[in-house]
């Protein structure tokens, strides 16, 4: 064996893949018992290998589980024959008899001769064995396979690389849960998005994309990493464009202040691909947290409309008084007066100039409003307050669009804690 190119060949795998070389030669050392197993033991049993990257050296082990009649299910045969030390299906002439067995045992592994040793003859071979114990049993060393045995060699070796590559990936994404990735639009299946994310691939699903957005494979994008599928075959990393998540993570890399600490955002509404509004609010006093959204000329606040393809972004200043807030809230529109009524519902009333931008387009506006406050929001008119206007009235539904509030990184008041409001408050104008 040319140890000095096996040798180099692994640490070559070790860069390439970002695996460590332990895990490589672990994979090595498996693929060489399962070529013993295949050539020179029986299926059932439990082979481990050693190799001496150094000197060659290999030494070969069978594995046994120590039981007794409580951990394990007796087969259906009249007598258990018992293995003899060092002898494969060799017997002792010690039995156990089925009937010894209770009905409530089913549920337990079956008894298998090639990897179970009963506990009496356990103690013959180790003193201090006890129940779930392993015992090693040495094998025969030998270094002659056949072709069957080397190609299942190559194929243990390939998945257990597979295997540690798979675990590498995982533990570089799972600390990137809720960040923003850039990635490559690879193909399409059933109507999902797979990414190529360097040394892995994503998947965003077609609930996760921006109603509207067309995606061209070769498209660069970027995504916020929802969550890590652990139990797949391959790496789930899960991708989304149109959590809330994503607009703070996009104002977090064109925004400075957000990235700092020193402006934050409270509340987030999104309707993806159509209109988005958050609540943004200033940990210093000298900095206007909706300023520095916008950024001059608006350079902030376009650069994250131009990724979301043009959806329109309402930046508003959040407040601790819910009459201001829900006054801010109906952005663009300028209200008049806001009256506080019980169960978390709220009247407002606003100029017939300004009836038309307050509601939005079927509703839209004062919808994600209510959505953004948490409040069930009533727009009418100054002039005629005893009507009720057509689509103005809105109540958060949050929960079922997923939209409202974001877990990690935005923090909202629930309707307990808000303070207690005056029952009238005439808006600024500004």
């Not at 990257?53 to 018992?82: C, H, N, S, Y």
Request: glycine share 6%; with cysteine; proline share 4%.
């Amino acid at each position: 064996m040319d140890l000095k190119n096996l040798r180099r060949a692994i640490e070559q795998i070790s860069q390439e893949k970002s695996i460590p070389a332990e895990r490589i030669l672990e994979a090595i050392e498996s693929s060489i018992a399962a070529a013993y197993k295949k050539e020179y033991e029986k299926r059932g049993e439990i082979v481990k290998a050693k190799f001496d990257v150094r000197t060659g050296a290999l030494k070969f082990w069978q594995i046994k589980t120590v039981v007794d009649k409580t951990t394990v299910r007796i087969p259906d045969e009249e007598e258990v024959p018992v293995l003899a030390e060092g002898e494969a299906g060799a017997t002792t002439g010690k039995h156990i008899d089925k009937e010894e067995v209770h009905a409530e045992d089913d549920d337990l592994p079956r008894y298998n001769a090639d990897r179970h040793i009963f506990f009496d003859e356990a103690k013959k071979h180790k003193k201090t064995a006890v129940l779930g114990d392993e015992l090693e049993f040495p094998l025969e060393t030998h270094d002659d396979f056949g072709r069957i045995a080397a190609q299942t060699a190559k194929q243990v070796v390939l998945q257990k690389i597979r295997e540690a590559e798979r675990e590498s990936v995982l533990n570089e994404f799972k600390n990137r849960e809720g960040e923003i990735v850039s990635g490559l639009v690879q193909r399409f299946e059933r109507g999902n998005v797979m990414v190529e994310l360097g040394r892995a691939t994503g998947i965003m699903f077609q609930n996760e994309s921006v109603p509207g957005e067309h995606y061209k494979a070769g498209d660069r994008l970027k995504f916020v990493v929802l969550s890590i599928q652990e139990g797949s075959r391959v790496p789930g990393i899960i991708l989304s464009r149109s959590h809330p998540s994503f607009i703070s993570k996009l104002f977090a890399l064109e925004v400075p202040e957000i990235a700092e600490g020193t402006v934050g955002i409270k509340a987030i509404a999104r309707e993806p691909g159509s209109r988005t509004k958050i609540a943004v609010a200033s940990e210093v006093e000298t900095i206007d947290p909706v300023g520095a959204c916008v950024g001059q000329r608006g350079t902030r606040v376009m650069a994250v409309s131009n990724e979301l393809g043009q959806e329109k972004i309402d930046i508003i200043e959040w407040s601790e008084d819910p009459a201001v807030f829900i006054s801010n809230s109906l952005s663009p529109a300028k209200v008049r007066r806001v009256e506080i009524l019980p169960k978390n519902e709220v009247q407002t009333f606003i100029d017939d100039d300004q009836l038309s931008l307050a509601i939005g387009e079927g509703g839209q506006n004062v919808r994600l409003a209510a959505r953004l406050t948490g409040w069930k929001i009533d727009v009418r008119s100054a002039t005629h307050p005893e009507e009720t206007q057509a689509e103005g009235v809105a109540t958060d539904v949050a929960s079922e669009t997923r939209g409202a509030s974001l877990e990690s990184e935005v923090e909202t008041d629930t309707p307990e804690e808000k303070p207690e409001p005056k029952t009238e408050k005439e808006s600024d104008d500004k």
